[in-house]
């Protein structure tokens, strides 16, 4: 009896093996099917589709239309002008007919009616300005804006760098967690096992044996929180790479990028050129020093050449071929303008703008220091965290002899089921912190990089 009673024992343990083998099997066949989705690939998929990534790229090129739209100031201006009237009433002027005739006194005047009842003209006018810095401070200006919006289209692109690289980390620890709880469960059910076979032999109580199969059940409860949470976790990266169809989860990550970490050992201080926040206080302290010469170059005087060419016509009736009524009139001259007042305080406006500049200096280096500060505190995090891990490693290698030793032990009779089932708890605890630890270091390495400018590393691989 007892012999058929361990042939059944073991036809169910091995089938519980088999399932276990099986889970594992389900995560890793994918991994054949289809090709690996590299964290580089995964950043450049979210550049390329959300929407607004693809708005800021848009307004990147308006900006730059906006400024090849100023140099057409320096083209020349032609206009074509006609004009066709009736004058009911002709304007009416004072001679001096006395400086005419001397019939007249000398300080004689007549007032005459000068014009025509119809009259048009018809020319073109010419404007080709020579000379006009204020045009040329504005070009300056717009390039500077052009640089702005980029900077802040590369700050949205950093961002959502950092957010899909969280997300990559959150799935490839959360993949680890699922490995990790499947070898829970099938030890905790080995455990849960033996306890069976020394209850049916009447060596064991029954509230063992129920915190045996309690043990056995919180380690299959968080199996299934476990896979749930990456199915979320995959869910949500396919959300930010842009792919619509967001309720097939079934994609699989390169894992070796969080195969070994790897402790970084770059410099740590943030420049204005290597962080998008930064280079956007730095360009927008420029614009305001430009608008100061914009606004300065608003007094400075300006050249141009003008000319016209064109003809009038002055009948009594509406006659516009009328014979001789056509006389030409055409002129080419330099218009030179230098403005005296403006209508407004240039040097209040002048030190608005300073103001400006100045408070743009002053964020740059404070944002600056923020940067480092964080660089700094991100690697002395990732320094401990290394630390934590190796002994953390060593820990659960112990924990899981233990735990082997313990199962050895209680199928003997020579220990209790208890300290089986406090020992598994404890393996279970150590492998969460790891896990925890594990993707924390990555999180802070994520923290260090975007700190030190060098985020652009995760997707130019």
Not at 19 to 41: E, G, M, Y
Not at 44 to 65: E, H, P, W
Not at 225 to 238: H, N, P, R, T
Not at 396 to 412: A, G, H, N, P
Request: charged content about 20%.
């Amino acid at each position: 009896m007892n012999r058929l009673l361990s042939f059944k024992n073991g036809l169910l343990l091995n089938f519980r093996w088999c399932i276990a083998l099986l889970l594992v099997l389900v995560l890793t066949v994918p991994a054949v099917a289809q090709r690996a989705l590299t964290l580089s690939q995964a950043i450049n998929n979210a550049f390329q589709n959300r929407k607004n990534i693809q708005a800021g790229r848009s307004d990147q090129v308006i900006r730059k239309l906006q400024t090849d739209a100023l140099y057409r100031k320096y083209w020349p201006q032609v206009s074509a002008e006609y004009t066709y009237q009736y004058n009911p009433i002709l304007q009416t002027s004072i001679l001096p007919i006395g400086v005419f005739n001397p019939s007249y006194p000398p300080g004689a005047t007549e007032a005459i009616q000068v014009g025509t009842k119809w009259s048009q003209a018809a020319g073109l006018t010419l404007n080709q300005p020579l000379i006009d810095l204020s045009v040329n401070r504005q070009i300056n200006e717009a390039k500077l804006q052009e640089r702005i919006v980029a900077a802040a289209q590369a700050q949205t692109e950093y961002d959502l760098a950092y957010t899909v690289a969280q997300a990559y980390i959150d799935i490839n620890v959360q993949e680890t967690k699922v490995r990790s709880a499947i070898a829970d469960t099938s030890r905790t059910w080995v455990s849960y096992q033996l306890l069976q076979d020394k209850f049916d032999q009447k060596r064991l109580l029954r509230s063992e044996l129920n915190k045996g199969k309690i043990n056995h059940n919180n380690a299959l409860q968080q199996y299934q929180k476990a896979v749930s949470q990456l199915i979320e976790d995959k869910v949500y990266l396919l959300f930010l790479i842009g792919r619509k169809d967001i309720d097939n989860a079934d994609i699989v990550l390169d894992t070796s990028f969080m195969a070994t970490p790897l402790l970084a050992v770059a410099t740590h201080q943030a420049t204005a050129t290597s962080i998008p926040e930064l280079q956007q206080l730095e360009l927008n302290s420029e614009v305001s020093a430009k608008q100061i010469r914009t606004e300065r170059a608003k007094y400075l005087p300006t050249l141009s050449l003008k000319g016209y060419l064109g003809a009038n016509q002055y009948t009594n009736n509406l006659d516009p071929t009328a014979p001789n009524s056509w006389f030409g009139l055409s002129y080419v001259g330099i218009d030179l303008k230098y403005p005296l007042l403006f209508g407004e305080d240039k040097k209040k406006k002048i030190q608005q703008l300073q103001l400006q500049a100045s408070q743009y200096e002053q964020q740059k280096e404070d944002k600056a220091a923020q940067y480092d500060k964080d660089a700094i505190t991100a690697k002395i995090r990732m320094e401990r965290i290394l630390a934590e891990l190796r002994l953390q490693e060593e820990n659960i290698l112990l924990s899981k002899q233990s735990v082997t030793i313990f199962q050895d032990r209680v199928s003997e009779g020579q220990e209790s089921a208890s300290s089986l089932n406090l020992e598994e708890a404890d393996l279970q605890k150590l492998e969460a912190d790891y896990q925890g630890n594990r993707k924390q270091y990555w999180l802070y390495y994520l923290d260090f990089l975007r700190a030190t400018g060098k985020l652009n590393l995760l997707w130019a691989q």
